[in-house]
Nanobody, 116 residues
């Protein structure tokens, strides 16, 4: 059974940092591209970032480029999202998902709240 479990969300002040993790199981993690998607209150899902299966290629939305870094450790079956210089508008539930253009499995999400 494919499982994706996100960790690391929480409350942080504007300008602060958080690192999200996503533990993957039930499939060959290193064979799949992975993504982070977020959903803010009252809004639809917004793609944040993606990373190729080998980790050598990354993609970011304009809204997070230069502030967020996606990474993966295929030996630990774990996906990461380092979030720096957080803004109020980064408040959302963050989901990891398998795939890029087509995302076939999703985690349950972790809440990130940016507030003073």
């Amino acid at each position: 059974e494919v499982q994706l479990v996100e960790f690391g969300g929480g409350l942080v002040q504007p300008g602060g940092s958080l690192r999200l993790s996503c533990a993957a199981s039930g499939f060959t993690f290193g064979s799949h591209d992975m993504s982070w998607v977020r959903q803010a209150p009252g809004k639809g899902p917004e793609w944040v970032s993606s990373i190729a299966s080998h980790g050598g290629t990354t993609y970011y939305s304009d809204s997070v480029k230069g502030r967020f870094t996606i990474a993966r450790d295929n030996t630990k079956n774990t996906l990461y999202l380092q979030m720096n210089s957080l803004k109020h508008e980064d408040t959302a539930v963050y989901y990891c998902a398998r795939g890029t253009n087509s995302k076939d499995y999703w985690g349950r999400g972790t809440q990130v709240t940016v507030s003073s």
